[in-house]
């Protein structure tokens, strides 16, 4: 029996395919790469920007289509789009065969052995768990933020931290897989909280981890990164030194109609704290251009922000009115030729920065990860989490952290050879 996922989305939903994968795979499934080859197909999905929806909707088209000449399949919609129009997706595409929503990711794996009414003896032993240097582990779920625009506290729920000791034996399990770099997922990872057990204590739990070498996490809010998680990323030589720290804004008067809870005051001062205390650390951001009431100055702020702060990298949405939002009530006021302009000169800014950043670590040496081995192409990533392609290395060198000259830089990625 072979499967194919696809993923759209964002790392937490990345880190729920992976988890789907492997279970699939004891089950004594096989994972393909191409609907010619699945007798089932999955999609996991996302719903925070229309865009997202859009190009769930015409996969199942495609795999629709795919059906009708191989009746045989199946078709399973997971993810937090099966959570908010199941419904839709059940009456527009008949051929879908299950659509289970994002809450419930342990029964849909549940769901998905009943479809195919695989009893548990077939279950392999642990032998079939994907192996891998850096992997994923969602430490909590769902969120209490209500930002203006987002729909995921609608579709994810309430925010809910899990239990200490369960990440924490999951960590190990990874690491005596093979695992050395673990990123611990949530919506908002600064607000993690489990009886005792706040998100510094648990990265500190963490890191007494054996074999494990490093630890990211994503995301965080600025409204609740305090000194001590500063403190531990300067001080705990485990831990990373890059934080994706989303902005959206660097007008006062947006941030406040976005519901964000701070101020670009208080925003710069997280920067400064984070660039004194852990030097070189690697800060990116999330921006959305044309939120309803942006005019040509709140946007000019969050440019000028752009070109002073410097990040090493930024993601910049168009906003787009999702469901149940209060944003959505708002008048969505920027047309849509002017997001677009907003989103280019982002993009354009950013960019240029980026490769300014990137020119300047050629020459320099870098503590890298090897994380792959493909193909004799050897993948690594710097401790601000930057890819390097290294050119000499061998299988052994997989898992280890080491020093790379780096030779080359581009955009999104930097060539060099082990020193
Ligand atoms: N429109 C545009 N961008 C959005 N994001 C979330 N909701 C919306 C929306 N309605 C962006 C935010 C968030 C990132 C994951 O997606 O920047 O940080
Ligand atoms: Fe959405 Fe805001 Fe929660 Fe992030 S913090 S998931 S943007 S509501």
């Known amino acids: 029996m072979n499967y194919l996922i696809d993923t759209i989305g964002c790392q937490m939903n990345v880190c729920e395919s992976d988890k789907l994968c492997l279970v699939l795979s004891a089950y004594g499934m096989s994972k393909v790469n191409s609907m010619a080859n699945a007798d089932i197909v999955i999609l996991n999905t996302c719903s925070v920007r ?51 929503g ?11 052995i009943n479809l195919f009414d695989i009893n548990s003896s077939s279950k392999q032993k642990k032998s079939n768990e994907q192996s891998g240097i850096a992997r994923y582990v969602t430490i909590m779920r769902g969120c209490n933020n209500y930002c203006s625009y987002c729909v995921v506290p609608f579709v994810r729920g309430k925010e809910t931290s899990f239990s200490a000791a369960e990440i924490l034996s999951e960590c190990s399990l990874l690491a005596q897989n093979g ?12 607000s993690y909280r489990y009886e005792n057990v706040d998100f510094t204590l648990l990265i500190k739990k963490i890191a007494a981890i054996k074999n494990l070498k490093r630890i990211r ?17 300067a001080t705990e030589p485990k831990a990373c030194s890059h934080i994706h720290l989303p902005m959206q804004s660097a007008s006062n008067k947006i941030l406040k109609a976005m519901n964000r809870k701070y101020t670009f005051e208080h925003y710069l001062e997280l920067i400064k704290k984070l660039r004194f205390a852990v030097p070189n650390v690697n800060v990116t951001t999330d921006i959305i251009v044309g939120f309803p009431g942006e005019t040509e100055n709140d946007f000019q ?5 752009v070109q002073e702060i410097r990040f090493g990298g930024l993601y910049v949405f168009r906003y787009s009115p999702r469901p149940n939002t209060t944003a959505a009530v708002m008048i969505d006021d920027v047309p849509l030729e002017e997001k677009k302009r907003r989103h280019a000169v982002i993009l354009d800014e950013s960019n240029k920065i980026s490769i300014e950043i990137v020119s300047k670590m050629v020459g320099s040496t870098q503590q890298v990860l090897i994380e792959k081995i493909e193909n004799g192409i050897i993948e690594a990533r ?38």
């Open 382 to 419: 710097t401790r601000g989490g930057r890819k390097v392609f290294v050119k000499n290395g061998t299988e052994k060198d997989l898992g280890k952290q080491l020093n790379v000259a780096i030779k080359e830089a581009k955009i999104n990625s930097l060539f060099g050879s082990i020193v």
């Open 50 to 100: 229309a865009q997202a929806e859009q190009k769930a909707f015409s996969y199942l088209g495609r795999a629709e289509e795919f059906k009708q000449r191989n009746p045989n399949v199946k078709i399973v919609v997971v993810g937090c789009m099966a959570e908010r129009l199941d419904a839709k997706i059940k009456k527009r595409f008949k051929s879908v065969d299950l659509v289970i």
């Open 179 to 190: 695992a050395r770099e673990i990123m611990l997922l949530g919506q908002n990872v600064n």
């Open 102 to 112: 994002a809450q419930d990711i342990d029964s849909a794996i549940l769901k998905i």
């Open 217 to 233: 996490f994503m995301t965080n809010h600025p409204k609740d990164l305090n000194d001590d998680l500063i403190n531990i990323m």
């Open 301 to 305: 702020d969050t440019l000028k922000a």
